[in-house]
């Protein structure tokens, strides 16, 4: 497997050193039991995940020579360690692991050894594209680094960051309408580094459609958990009910109500809950059954890419990332490195898609309706068992979210996660049919937006049970009204 094109080897050297640096800023304030942590089929030992990732670097730079023979790795028993393809996830708590020292210094001599053999041989194809994936592979850990943070509740890798503006920028109600087209759903065979499963680029058919302006907010789905969304069955898919029955739930799985008003935790702590934060940790079924009570659906994941890659009048040509082909910064979107947790809904402007869709790379990824699957001529890269293993009971998300490093993100990206997952950083945004030219509202969803935005009153900073109890109530005269499009 080898690039055309694409980073010069001090690029290359910058993308490990950078991911490296990623993941000791995680690692580095663990330790005792930390380092292990309890058995969960959702999370991997702390300490078997930072030595996977330097088996992984040392197994595709230094090890894979291309016609399926692979030099001794420079730590015993390493395979026996540390490959995910082969150890079975139960018994990593059990494995002989050297200690959190040890596990480092690995890491540390394999790291030197690839960047010497990058100074020495230059970005060759095969470097460059077996080192921007151990980048990408360290990058993809360092997002699940967090979201384990998260999950056992240890304290919050970003502590410092400050929302800034980010934090109050509001709501942003309101559909656009997409007239779709056919398009080609995919990476072109220029793009660059692409996994396997976004190969390649092929004509789909897209419908006409209205898409959510934004992500769905907390207190939209505070309106929904308020009206027993979660007790009715008519709301939920078969799969979705029987997740429900089984696990009990009640509400997003970090909420809960004190004295009447919706917290959540947040690493180690308890806080608020931002109102037009976008729902952060909701499942694919929780997805699904909100959309079912707003009268809406989940987007086709041919829908999100055409809404964040092309633009009106030039379906044709496909953007890198929703906001063009400028470099991502921290005016585009909220990725890794720019606020640290979630913002508002209505920040980064500057990212909005051709079709004035916000927010469709960061903050939260977004759950689509597809199931992971290939795409026509699917042959899988060297590192096998990076997509067809899931293919067919995983569902697609797209568009990254706040722990995403930006250079991993193309409109093309495919993220899979099965839909009982609500540890993961996702959320998601709601399509429904175009409207009637005669302007009724096309959904229940387009009512709740207008009640939310009735009742935002400035200085509004947490989610509390007025905001919530507005479910139902007709807006009042002279209420905002969201746009119901973009000119076409
Ligand atoms: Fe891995």
Redesign the pocket.
């Known amino acids: 497997m080898t690039l055309a094109a694409g980073p010069d080897a001090a690029t290359l050297c910058a993308m490990l050193h950078d991911a490296r640096a990623r993941t000791l800023a995680l690692a580095r304030d663990l330790s005792g039991e930390q380092l292990l942590g309890p058995r969960l089929s959702i999370v991997n030992p702390p300490l078997w995940e930072i030595g996977?990732l330097g088996w992984?670097q040392e197994h595709w730079c230094l090890r894979y020579e291309g016609d399926g023979r692979l030099r001794p790795s420079m730590l015993a028993h390493a395979d026996d360690f540390y490959n995910?393809a082969t150890v079975p996830h139960a018994t990593r708590w059990d494995l002989p692991l050297p200690d959190f020292d040890a596990t480092l210094g690995y890491l540390q001599r394999v790291l030197d050894r690839v960047l010497e053999r990058i100074d020495r041989e230059g970005a060759t194809e095969h470097l460059r594209y077996f080192a921007q994936l151990a980048a990408f592979?360290e990058e993809m850990?360092c997002e699940a680094f967090t979201y384990t943070r998260q999950t056992l509740g240890y304290a919050a890798p970003d502590r410092g960051r400050q929302a800034g503006a980010a934090a109050n920028a509001g709501a942003w109600p309101g559909d656009v309408e997409i007239p779709g087209g056919e398009f080609m759903l995919g990476a072109a065979p220029d793009t660059g580094f692409v996994f396997d499963n976004e190969k390649w680029a092929h004509a789909v058919e897209v419908r006409p459609f209205c898409m959510a302006r934004a992500p769905v907010t907390n207190v939209e789905f505070a309106a929904f958990v308020d009206d027993e969304g979660y007790r009715r069955r008519e709301l939920w898919s078969d799969a979705g009910w029987q997740w429900r029955e089984q696990t009990g739930a009640h509400a997003p799985v970090y909420w809960q109500k004190r004295d009447g008003e919706w917290l959540q935790r947040h690493y180690d702590t308890v806080v608020p809950i931002p109102p037009h934060h976008p729902v952060i940790h909701v499942n694919c079924y929780e997805a699904e059954a909100y959309c079912r009570w707003a009268g809406r659906r989940l987007p086709t994941e041919a829908e999100w890419e055409f809404a964040a890659a092309t633009t009106p009048g030039l379906a044709g040509c496909k953007r890198r990332h929703p906001w063009g082909d400028a470099a991502p910064s921290a005016r585009h979107a909220n990725l890794f490195g720019v606020v640290g947790a979630c913002a508002d809904v209505a920040a980064f402007a500057e990212g909005d898609s051709g079709w004035g869709c916000r927010q469709m790379f960061g903050n939260v990824w977004e759950w689509t309706a597809d199931w992971f699957g290939p795409y026509p001529g699917f042959e899988a890269d060297p590192y096998k068992e990076y997509s067809a293993p899931w293919f067919g009971d995983h569902k697609v998300l797209r568009g990254g979210c706040f722990a995403t490093r930006a250079g991993l993100l193309r409109t093309t990206w495919r993220n899979f996660y099965t839909p009982d997952r609500r540890d993961v950083f996702a959320g998601f945004r709601t399509c429904a049919p175009v409207p009637p030219s005669d302007g009724a509202p096309a959904s229940r969803e387009q009512g709740s937006r207008l009640r939310d935005a009735a009742v935002r009153e400035p200085g509004a900073a947490t989610l509390s049970a007025g905001a919530t109890s507005v479910s139902g109530v007709t807006p009042p005269e002279g209420a905002p009204v969201p746009p119901s499009g973009v000119a076409l």
């Open positions: 996977h992984f995910s592979h850990h």
